[in-house]
T-cell receptor, first 116, second 114 residues
Framework: AQKVTQAQTEISVVEKEDVTLDCVYE???????LFWYKQPPSGELVFLIR??????QNEISGRYSWNFQKSTSSFNFTITASQVVDSAVYFC?????????????FGKGTKLSVKP | DTGVSQDPRHKITKRGQNVTFRCDPI?????LYWYRQTLGQGPEFLTY????????KSRLLSDRFSAERPKGSFSTLEIQRTEQGDSAMYLC????????????FGPGTRLTVT
């Protein structure tokens, strides 16, 4: 079975704090892809990053960084020096060749509130 | 370069009525997906098209739901005999055409069934 778990339902931080959003996935496929999306209050899902299962290198993009660890089936997302504009619901998602045929399996999301 | 567009953005209908939503994907994208999102949940897959062929349908897609992508461009999602449980945000996404390609989402159509 394919599954994505985001155990943190809501996180509240003060501006400039660092925050990590957790994502744990389950799949029996050896080839799969992991994604993070941001859904701001306006509602439109915004693509942030994609990783494939063969590339465990961590990635940094500005204040955003992602840590992919196959050993723990985790793909965590860290925002450094958070800003009010980072307030949104963040979704982790999984796509596989075998189980999902390419469609995305989403976690339930983590609502991040960044207070000034 | 325009993104994915959806129409209408909001739809209020009475139980038992039929509704149809439209999605226009990014022009060079071959795959088009429909998802449904309810409050506090992540999007759930409904169906997808590779060009004009509907390749997969979720168990969530009851026989009251039908989707088409007649010429491999825009797509429509129709719900017949709507029920209150159909109230949700209906999201459309498109991607280049391979499993694993990132999907770009439209703004969604919010359906309210009264």
């Amino acid at each position: 079975a394919q599954k994505v778990t985001q155990a943190q339902t809501e996180i509240s931080v003060v501006e400039k704090e660092d925050v990590t959003l957790d994502c744990v996935y389950e799949t029996r496929d050896t080839t799969y892809y992991l994604f993070w999306y941001k859904q701001p209050p306006s509602g439109e899902l915004v693509f942030l990053i994609r990783r494939n299962s063969f590339d465990e290198q961590n990635e940094i993009s500005g204040r955003y960084s992602w840590n992919f660890q196959k050993s723990t089936s985790s793909f965590n997302f860290t925002i450094t020096a958070s800003q009010v504009v980072d307030s949104a619901v963040y979704f982790c998602a999984l796509s596989t060749y075998g189980g999902s045929q390419g469609n995305l399996i989403f976690g339930k999301g983590t609502k991040l509130s960044v207070k000034p | 370069d325009t993104g994915v567009s959806q129409d209408p953005r909001h739809k209020i209908t009475k139980r038992g009525q039929n509704v149809t939503f439209r999605c226009d994907p990014i022009s060079e994208h071959n795959r088009l997906y429909w998802y449904r999102q309810t409050l506090g949940q992540g999007p759930e897959f409904l169906t997808y098209f590779q060009n004009e062929a509907q390749l997969e349908k979720s168990r969530l897609l009851s026989d009251r739901f039908s989707a088409e992508r007649p010429k491999g461009s825009f797509s429509t999602l129709e719900i017949q005999r709507t029920e209150q449980g159909d109230s949700a945000m209906y999201l459309c996404a498109s991607s280049l055409g391979r499993t694993g390609d990132e999907q770009y989402f439209g703004p969604g159509t919010r359906l309210t069934v009264t």
